[in-house]
């Protein structure tokens, strides 16, 4: 009788286990064997003897996961924290320790003499907690109609509650001068993991991460590709959220051209959906071609950058659509995601191995270390195309280096030939090459 009861307790626990192993498998390129190809990567890509870590302010052991370039400016912004805090406090790795939350900053890269500094905050209350993960920036004419500022907008994964900062730098300022606070409504997301402002305007748009709010639930979002996650974008006409795509399994890296908007799954895929503006819910006062094609006047773009997602109609305005035009496998852990402005291809920075990479966010010592990846994803030209695949992927760096253990974002610097790579757990990069 017992050995019957073990052995279905057996064959269920193998049924429940075998669509996340054979998942992994895949995804960590173990089946089917993906060893060619990436030592095929390694053979071709840029030489990493061009690559060095960041040199790092006195006292500190910054790992920054996010890096944005501000190519303008002569700049990169990386959102950074202690390693040992992103290990103890990570909301989307399911670790909550408060007493390591509250240790973040922005800090910006001098692109040219490489230097590291920080951006302290001015008008932000004083002790605000910062555990800082996704941001994006857009530029803007200043007030006094003078030189170009960045409009910074970051998620901050405070304990009380998520919300996005927004901040004003100006051009070879060593300061931020804060904006606003944005609440991130918790029916939008708990922790959201990711942001990119749409095209280039202060509206933008935030991935939602995982949304289990219970242990249990958690370890069914990570395991099972259950599509729970969105996308949402924020009108900072009404102040308020709207969820513009969802049915997306752990959204998790974003990125926004004026036709498009990326979205990296864990899972293994990436969304690509085309964005657009619904204007039937605009008033008969307003003149303006109303169509969604490529080329909308500069009256259209006025009335609309600001707007909404799909779901809510702003009077007078159009509203913001995606539809999904593809899910393109990239058979990997995708996390961040930038855009090439040159050639419109999207770079996205992938963890070889998720068991490699929690044990490398559990080793206080940073011994432990994971593999990244990078993949290239851009207009198709091989025969599937045919059938239907607008798009293809494939991997272009291969991290195999210890010095690229967790990376987690690389951000093209294309007036200075470099590459930026951020990381979850160690020390940021930069290479005298482009992708």
């Known amino acids: 009788m017992i050995g019957s009861l073990l052995s ?30 990436l030592n095929a ?23 920054c996961e996010t ?32 007493a390591y939350s509250g240790h973040g900053s922005i800090y910006q890269l001098d692109l040219q003499t490489e230097e590291l500094t920080q951006l302290p905050a001015v008008g932000l209350p004083a002790n605000t907690n910062l555990s800082l993960i996704g941001m994006d920036f857009y530029l803007r004419d200043s007030n006094d109609g003078g030189s170009r500022e960045a409009v910074l907008s970051v998620i901050n994964h405070h304990p009380e509650g998520s919300r996005i900062h927004q901040f004003v730098h100006a051009r070879g300022a060593g300061t931020l001068a804060h904006l606003q ?26 991935t939602s991460g995982p949304v289990a709010r219970s242990l249990p639930a958690a370890v069914v979002e990570r395991l099972y590709p259950v599509e729970w996650s969105s996308v949402s974008r924020f009108d900072p006409r009404t102040q308020s959220f709207a969820v513009v795509a969802d049915g997306i399994h752990f959204a998790n890296g974003i990125a926004a051209t004026p036709t498009h908007v990326y979205v990296a799954s864990s899972s293994g895929h990436m969304h690509v959906f085309r964005a657009s503006w619904d204007d039937s819910h605009v008033s008969s006062s307003i003149t303006g071609n109303g169509d969604d094609d490529d080329d909308d006047d500069a009256a259209d773009d006025d009335r609309r950058d600001n707007t909404a997602g799909r779901d809510i109609a702003v009077a007078g305005a159009a509203v913001r659509r ?34 490699h990479l929690i044990i490398a966010s559990r080793d206080p010592s940073g011994a432990a270390l994971s593999s990244g990846l990078v993949f290239r994803l851009r207009n198709n030209s091989g025969e599937d195309v045919f059938y ?40 940021p990069i930069i290479c005298d090459w482009l992708l």
């Not at 626990?13 to 064997?33: E, K």
């Not at 050639?343 to 068991?355: C, D, E, K, L």
């Not at 210890?402 to 294309?414: E, Y």
Request: proline content about 8%; hydrophobic content about 45%.
């Open 322 to 355: 995606l539809d999904l035009e593809e899910k393109v496998a990239v058979p990997s852990f995708l996390d961040n995601l930038s855009v090439d402005q040159r050639s419109g291809a999207v770079y996205a920075v992938a963890h070889a191995s998720f068991v």
């Open 67 to 98: 890096v944005v370039v501000n190519d303008e400016f002569g700049i990169a912004y990386l959102a950074c924290d202690t390693a040992q805090s992103r290990r103890k406090y990570n909301p989307t790795m399911w670790r909550f320790d408060t």
């Open 41 to 63: 990567v390694l053979a071709s890509q840029p030489p990493t003897e061009l690559c060095r870590a960041l040199k790092q302010p006195v006292n500190t052991n910054l790992s």
């Open 388 to 427: 239907g695949h607008r798009y293809a992927s494939r991997p272009v760096f291969n991290g195999a280096n210890p010095l690229f253990s967790s990376i987690s974002h690389a951000a093209l610097a294309t007036r200075n030939n470099k590459t930026v790579f951020g990381a979850l757990f160690s020390p």
């Open 8 to 37: 279905a307790l057996a064959i269920a626990f193998s049924a429940v286990m075998f669509l996340p192993v054979v998942r992994f498998l895949h995804l960590a390129g173990v089946y089917p064997d993906r060893s060619g190809e």
């Open 181 to 206: 606070t944005i609440p991130v409504p918790p029916a939008i997301s708990l922790w959201p993991n990711a942001l990119a402002h749409d095209s280039g305007t202060a509206a933008f748009y935030i």
